[in-house]
């Protein structure tokens, strides 16, 4: 189902679609054809209004030829009575105007058998050759009058136009022109019918194609009103449904494939919500659980508080007693020297060493406490100034050796490069001793010991490998805190010397860490100092 939802974009292809699709082909076949049919009748009535025009100049121009016609006629008539010659210019004009205004005929009949090829303009030809025919007969019969009265004949002139009269040129001419004009009067009144009828039927077919096209757009609104009605109300019924949470509910098939599919996606996202229910259930149930565990949790935190409370109760009960022993020697020593009547000053002298001996160890218990103290609640002050790290721990390397061959013990040291950085010396020097210290006291007899300086990431670490008794799992855990000693009977010292050492580091934004060796003799303490003064974590432990 999942799968098929998946590719759902691709395929509603359906009927519903194909319906929408076919309605909007039909629409713009619809539209198609009533534009090409204005756009015939367009044309047609531009070629018709062009046809128009023509004819119109036409009778124009068959106009002119009669007015100029007439002209030269009034002119033969003047020039015959009165015996005068009209000047060279007004006779060629008047010709000239005649005889380009029946050329202007011929190329307008020629004009419309391009624009027209289907009607024929024989008839008007053949009749513009008989009115040219007649023209020219009178500009001829005026041109002979002419010169008859130039060379003096005024009688023979009169007798010419006399017989031109009498050969009823002039009433021939003008049925011509009567008949010319009314086959263009024909022509036009042809195309007015024409337009008539084309914009009549063009009216019509508009009329109905409107129809048609609205009944159609009506009808289609209708169908996918309905059924896209029908549809939505199932999927709006549906949704309220989910809405109430009743997630049981499901979509019945639908007809059309697009809602069918969106219904099929509603009732996979129901099933898919109703899944996730009965998951989050689960999860409740295991969230119970995991605080159950979580109260287990706490409940051995608290255990272990109650431990290490315990053992600050323990520690502070060792402390008393290692406080108590230097007093007593004190208080002691001193009794007896009170009570003592020597006048031998070496006996002073010894006794007030012992003295100073216990009021400095017990000093140094008491500055060890303040420390721890002070680290606990974020007050440790630091001294820093630029060190060279690298000379300490040689430095320190070579008084431990000393005290380590005393013991049958040695001490070797890699430092692989200069190492130079913003730390508190003493501080870090206490650090050194305190490890230092622990190595020799936990090894043998014939143990070496090894000390590690080297770069990297950013980080300076320093390793100090012992071959002791090594670390158990429960003193790892631990080994740090305050308050806590070892139970193991040959642990020696006061159990501060670590967590003075990470009070120490932590205050420098390093890390310190112990852990016992991979060989499975002894132990690894690691100590990190970022150089670039940033907190580094044990993630960068080796």
Sequence with gaps: MEKQLNHLPYQIQSRLT????????????????????????????????????????????????????????????????????LAPELREENEQKLRTAIVEVRNSLLKKVALAPEVSTQNELALLDRVTQKVERIITTSQEIRSLITRGELSEAQSLYRLLQQQGVHAEFNALISEAVKQENLQAEAIRDNSKIMSERNNRYLAIALGLLSLFMMLTIWFFWQRISKATKQLQFAASQFTAGKLEHRIPKLKDTEFAKLADALNFMASELKTKQTELGEAKLQLEEKVQERTKALALSNEKLAYVDKQRRQFLADISHELRTPLTIIRGESEILLRSHSENVDDYLETLVAVVDQVSHTTALIDDLMLVARSSAGELRLSCSEVNLSKLIQDLCYVYRRKAQERKQDIVFDISE?????????????????????ALSYSTEHAITEVKVLCRQQVVIIKIIDAGQGVTKQELENIFERFYRSNRSNTPGSGLGLPVAKAIVDAHGGHISLKSNASGVGSVATILLPLNGEERNENFIS
């Design 18 to 85: 194909h319906k929408l699709l076919i309605a909007l082909v039909i629409i713009s076949l619809f539209s198609s054809a009533m534009a090409g049919l204005y756009f015939d009748s367009s044309t047609r009535f531009k070629d018709n209004a062009q046809k128009s025009e023509l004819v119109h100049k036409i009778l124009n121009q068959y106009s002119n030829i009669a007015l100029y016609t007439f002209e030269k006629l009034v002119a033969i008539g003047e020039m015959s009575r009165n015996g005068i010659v």
């Design 418 to 438: 200069e190492i130079s950085l913003e730390l508190d010396e003493r501080r870090i020097r206490q650090v050194l001793m305190i490890l230092l210290e622990n």
